[in-house]
């Protein structure tokens, strides 16, 4: 299967013109499992509920969805990319899987970071991995990466590539991501998004770098800090299968459930 | 605090002279926690069960546990290291805490890495924060740093300080143990050994490079490939209580642990 990013540089509000941008870049791009950034086609600083009213759509029947399915259809692309996702008046910052076949899934944010929780609600519904012609994929979004625990229960629901849409800003993400696919043994493809963006006092810078890695914690490809690219590479998603790290060793069944309780209890 | 680490070259199977090293080279020091490696009094490769008998010790009451107690009392350190355990018939790599009281606890590997499989039995106690004067130290042994649950059990048990006995022999700990630091918020002491050891049809170089990370990622010091050293540096313990990325983000409290159930299902 090949597996990539797009890495884009969104302009806040402007939803078709960003969809449009994606899917020009996307022309020609057949059989591939494509990852674009967090909230690609809105843009990330919202000042305000009025305009993530105003621009969160369904992730099952919106604007961008409908566009991007006809794409991944006539492609035969499986496309993972972040929406504003709006559901029941409530909002969420998600990520939306269609498949070559026009099947659709997706993920509400559960971790959120900074000012997102003004204006999102965190998801509930745990983190799980899709069946997708030659494998399987699992999604998390952005900071959801500082949290072992999600690229963790991705890969026991046997995903074996995590598609990370992401607006980063930190500087930690991308080495991390990189022990995040060894000590799980699954491919990553961090798809961040570049540029600054600047709205009322507030502005943010964007750090690219968008990368795809191994089981082995190897980079792949890589993106510039700067450009929009698209980069897809050809790998064997059965590596992810193998969870093995010596003859005596396999990373799953050495694991010691009994030992990991604490980690389901509740922030005192 | 001080905290440091104690790079050396164990010789296999000579536990008197091994602890005489460990000792000359913490002639002077004084206030200090100080993390030597694993199996640094026995040495790595063993080659059959009689060998482990030999060599294994009480963690309570053995050679290298009374001597270093000894150090810890008069010197005032806090003193983690790796030894093989006995205890009522059976075998553990172990890592043993002498504070500088006096007061001795100890771990028992839970994840055993490779060929250890044929010699020590797994650890079934949890990962326990102890406290020491000025913070709480957690200990885990080389390879359980592959399992992010380790980590994330002493962080949220308390740990402060996580002290890392290890044997190395695989590229990728150091890194990673940057994302261990980064994810828990807490400092971490990677004791490495150096050295070829050539048993039988079997030889392993270790790889040295250990290291100080602070709560936010960055090494704080780190010691050659090939040179035994003693490194120690002042730190604020208490900068690892903070759990805060953001004025919005508190790593612990934004945990979603009813989305993490995976986590403590068994390997199927």
New interface residues.
Partial sequence: MKIGFLQLRPQFGRVKENVRAAKSMLVGLTDATVVLPELFNTGYLFRNMEEVRDLAESATTGYTVTELKKVAVAQQLNLVFGIAEAKNKKYFNSSVLITSKGKIESYQK??L???E?LFFQ?G????NAYPVEGGKIGMMIC?DW????VS??LA??GAQVICHPSNLV?P?CQ??M??RS??NKVFTVTANRIGLEKRGNISLTFTGKSQIVTPK?EVLAQASERSESLKVVEVDLNEALDKT?????D?????????????????G
């Fill in positions: 559960a971790h970071f900074d000012r929780k965190p509930t519904r745990s983190f900071f500082f949290f072992p625990e963790r229960v026991l629901e930190l930690w080495d991390a990189r022990t060894l000590e914690g790290v010596t003859p005596n060793n990373l799953f069944k050495d694991r010691k459930p009994a030992l990991y309780k604490s980690i389901l209890r509740k922030a």
